[in-house]
């Protein structure tokens, strides 16, 4: 008899457990797009695209850092909290040092689910 109250017991502080870490509200990056194609391109002339997102989350959603690769990359993004169901962006310019193909990852680091999201730009510098 004590070991079947024992066994309803922990089975129910399982289950309460389980509720309270699914109840735990946190932010959620959702990008509209994660890849943008410039095509071909003026060498040395910048182009810029805006990546936008919804934090689709429970919590307010911010972006600490957005990373590039290199200098020819410039970034800029929604500095303030992007709260619940709200939007925000990401915007990448690019001014093409070299001619040729080019590929370029950006790293949006957030509070949110997800920490770290991958944005990808492409093109031809003529």
Do not use: H
Not at 9 to 25: G, L, M, N, Y
């Amino acid at each position: 008899m004590r070991q079947l109250v024992f066994i309803c017991i922990a089975t129910s502080i399982s289950f309460f457990a389980k509720a309270q870490s699914d109840s735990v509200k946190l932010a959620e990056l959702t990008f509209e797009t994660l890849f943008y194609n410039f095509d071909t391109i003026d060498y040395e002339k910048p182009v810029s695209y805006i990546f936008k997102f919804k934090n689709t989350g429970k919590a307010d959603l911010m972006l600490k850092n957005v990373i590039v690769s290199c200098k020819c990359t410039i970034p800029e993004w929604s500095k303030i909290p992007t709260k619940k169901n709200k939007k925000g962006f990401v915007k990448i310019t690019y001014n093409a040092g070299t001619k040729g193909e080019f590929y370029k990852t950006i790293i949006v680091n957030t509070n949110g689910k997800t920490a770290n999201q991958s944005l990808t730009i492409k093109g031809f510098v003529r």
